[in-house]
């Protein structure tokens, strides 16, 4: 997960409104969490490691459902057979470059999601090979236009998110080459839409057990 991740679904939701419980699909209770800025700033390369106090978005919601097959629940292609039109408020964060069939997978999460809700999908365009347990697309925001569209959502907003170039030199671990970061976003809404906008959320407090990143925090 980056940390960008949570400041985006920070600003969707305060910018269009919570609504209802919100469901993390594919999400962990303690993700790893790269901050790259702190790399970036540092030049140390194990600055970027970062982790919270809270899960990552009890900010938002701390009744929050995550729901992920690794812990048992069913993968996203079968949640519709247990979670039909019932979910108001959704993030899909880093798991659709994984999924065998994105069609599929977009079918399945238009027909949980509820009218008037909220989805907010994230993934990366440029990015190393990162398997969990496969690693099988990279999306454009056509693509996931495409994609959202023929499920039957309608499009809110979609863009580029994330965007690291090489040449700040970002290196994956285990090689020794620098590489890009950029990630790509779509929110989306289902039938009939009323925007409910509220007050920001304060971003939840970034721990680290690097010196030069506890510096940058104001912790060193």
């Known amino acids: 997960m980056f ?8 600003e969707q939701i305060a910018r269009y409104g919570l609504r ?3 469901v993390d699909i594919g999400g962990m209770e303690q993700p790893y969490i790269a901050d790259y800025d702190l790399t970036i700033a540092s030049g140390d390369q194990e600055a970027s490691s970062i982790s919270l106090a809270q ?19 069913p ?15 959704a993030v899909c964060l880093n798991v659709i470059e994984h999924v065998k ?3 599929k997978v977009f079918d399945a999460l238009f027909k949980i999601m509820k009218d008037n809700s909220l989805l ?3 993934t990366v365009f440029a990015y190393p090979y990162h398997p969990s347990p496969g690693d099988f697309w990279r999306y454009t925001p056509d693509c996931l236009r495409y994609l959202s569209n023929c499920a039957g959502f309608k499009v809110l907003e979609c863009d580029w998110r994330l965007y690291v170039p090489a040449s700040l030199g970002i290196i994956y671990p285990g090689t020794n080459e620098a ?14 839409f009323v925007a409910m906008p509220q007050k920001a959320y304060a971003l939840p407090q970034r721990f680290s057990n690097n010196a030069a990143a506890n510096r940058l925090l104001g912790r060193g």
């Open 55 to 73: 899960r990552p978005f009890d900010h938002i919601d701390p009744d929050y459902i995550i729901l992920n097959p690794e812990k048992g629940d």
């Open 75 to 89: 993968a996203i292609e079968y949640l519709p057979y247990i979670f039909e039109n019932r979910v108001s408020t």
């Open 101 to 103: 069939n994105p069609f």
């Open 3 to 10: 940390w960008d991740d949570i400041k985006l679904v920070t």
């Open 120 to 122: 907010i999908i994230e």
């Open 20 to 22: 209802g419980t919100l």
């Open 179 to 192: 590489h890009e970061i950029r990630s790509v976003y779509v929110t989306l809404t289902k039938g009939d």
